[in-house]
Every structure is written in C-alpha cells, then in structure tokens.
C-alpha cells in the first residue's frame, strides 16, 4: 500500500547552515523562469523567514542562461529588491562553455554575495561557514 510520502514529490525545505536560514528548493518543483516565479519563490522564503533560497540547477530554464533573454536579470533584481539571497546550485558547465558573457556573470556573481552559482550543497556549506 502506497502512502503520501511514496507518492509525494520532496518538498522544499528550510534548512540553517552556519547561522544563516536558507531555503532549499526540492529538483523537481516549478521553474525559476522568471519574475512570477520568483516572486513566488521570494514569498515563500518571506513566509518562512528565510535569508537565502537555493535552487537546483536543473529548475532553472536555459533561457536563464541566455543573458539576452533578460530572465536572469529580472530574476536577479526581484531578490535584490525583497534583499533575499538567491544560490543556483549544481552543473551549469554546459551553459558556461557555450558562453563567455554567461561566463563572466557567472564569476563576478560568485565574487559578490547577492548571487552565486555553486556546484553542489557542499559548496554552499563552505561558502556560508564563517571565516576564522
């Protein structure tokens, strides 16, 4: 007999890491494909007092990656208006060695502390574990 957890997709999940609440998006939820969804993402965080919401990286469209399409900017400036962090989290390599542009955003992003792109959980771990 199947129960609800046999039958339910994970669901999102707030997470603390090093002091900071963080909230971290199951894979197979909606996309982040542009400002409805993440405003949808930036309310749901707001809801749960959350500083920082990881999204997998399979949830983001390749429009994302396409600089041109404008979503990653539109994306990008609906979290830094409601001053919420954003972690695209797992293997965007494809993207970036298809693009130099996307490249180039891609580590001036990771330089800062509004956007990042991680490799995986591990990595977000280390970036918000506290220096010294």
């Known amino acids: 007999m199947a129960t609800d957890a046999d039958v339910l997709p ?3 999940e ?6 900071v609440t963080l909230l971290r998006c199951a894979p197979d939820g909606p996309p982040l494909d542009g400002e409805r969804a993440a405003l949808d ?8 007092e959350a500083e920082l919401v990881a999204v997998p990286a399979e949830r983001v469209p390749d429009e994302f990656f396409q600089l041109r399409s404008g979503i990653a900017g539109a ?3 609906k979290f830094a208006q409601y001053r919420l962090r954003l972690a695209v989290v797992g293997d965007i390599s494809q ?8 490249r180039d955003f891609v580590y001036e992003s990771n330089q800062g502390n509004q956007l990042w792109f991680l ?9 918000l574990r506290p220096t010294g």
């Open 95 to 102: 993207h970036v060695a298809d693009s130099q542009a996307l």
């Open 75 to 77: 994306i990008v400036q």
């Open 41 to 48: 993402l930036i309310g749901d965080a707001g809801w749960r």
């Open 10 to 12: 994970p669901a999102d």
């Open 14 to 19: 707030i997470v603390t890491l090093h002091g």
């Open 119 to 127: 490799p995986g959980y591990d990595e977000l771990d280390e970036r």
